[in-house]
T-cell receptor
Framework: AQSVTQLGSHVSVSEGALVLLRCNYS??????LFWYVQYPNQGLQLLLK??????LVKGINGFEAEFKKSETSFHLTKPSAHMSDAAEYFC???????????????FGRGTQLTVWP | NAGVMQNPRHLVRRRGQEARLRCSPM?????VYWYRQLPEEGLKFMVY????????ESGMPKERFSAEFPKEGPSILRIQQVVRGDSAAYFC??????????????FGPGTRLTVL
């Protein structure tokens, strides 16, 4: 089974500062990779995803993530934080292809991002 | 184009009662997934369904929990004889099951179950 590790359950940055949220996965085969954002009492919204191709992926709201196979990482970054970015962020992976257990997402425990004015 | 719908948004049950959670996938989506989120934890996979078929239920507790996705109507997650440990947020997601984005999952707002 896949596992996902998000380093740091809480990250605090000042408005305008760089945001870096870390995600590492365990898999012998590179999986599909996702970042989701969850605002209080809401569902998850997809920020970006990596399946194949270019390893630097751009998403919504100015976020991007880079897939590094050698480091089994998919860290999320944003050059300049905004107050509206305060939320919980989840990294997730899924297996390639289709089939019975393929398709399910494995989530990290989440990182709560706080943005200070 | 409406997104994934879940109802109720909040559900309160007493121990021993039954909870029924409903999920209507996005229009055109035929794959449904249920996840559970316990406090301060990530989402845990429970079950993956297609119309009238359970594809993967390896994440479901062995007892009291069941899920269905009938030919007509929403997907239902049913919890019988609820206990306090069932208190959590339950999220449904749907995907098209087709094309290169076959597994891109869109999430509903969740049902927050509280067991008294």
């Amino acid at each position: 089974a896949q596992s996902v590790t998000q380093l740091g359950s809480h990250v605090s940055v000042s408005e305008g500062a760089l945001v870096l949220l870390r995600c590492n996965y365990s898999s012998s085969v590179p999986p599909y990779l996702f970042w989701y954002v969850q605002y209080p009492n809401q569902g998850l919204q997809l920020l970006l995803k990596y399946t194949t191709g270019a390893t630097l992926v751009k998403g919504i709201n100015g976020f991007e993530a880079e897939f590094k196979k050698s480091e089994t990482s998919f860290h999320l970054t944003k050059p300049s934080a905004h107050m509206s970015d305060a939320a919980e962020y989840f990294c997730a992976v899924s297996d390639h292809g289709r089939g019975s257990t393929l398709g399910r997402l494995y989530f990290g425990r989440g990182t709560q991002l706080t943005v200070w004015p | 184009n409406a997104g994934v719908m879940q109802n109720p948004r909040h559900l309160v049950r007493r121990r021993g009662q039954e909870a029924r959670l409903r999920c209507s996938p996005m229009k055109g989506h035929s794959h449904v997934y249920w996840y559970r989120q316990l406090p301060e934890e990530g989402l845990k996979f429970m079950v993956y369904l297609q119309k009238e078929n359970i594809i993967d239920e390896s994440g479901m507790p062995k007892e009291r929990f069941s899920a269905e996705f009938p030919k007509e109507g929403p997907s239902i997650l049913r919890i019988q004889q609820v206990v306090r440990g069932d208190s959590a947020a339950y999220f449904c997601a749907s995907s098209s099951g087709q094309g290169t984005n076959w597994n891109e999952q869109f999430f509903g707002p969740g049902t927050r179950l509280t067991v008294l």
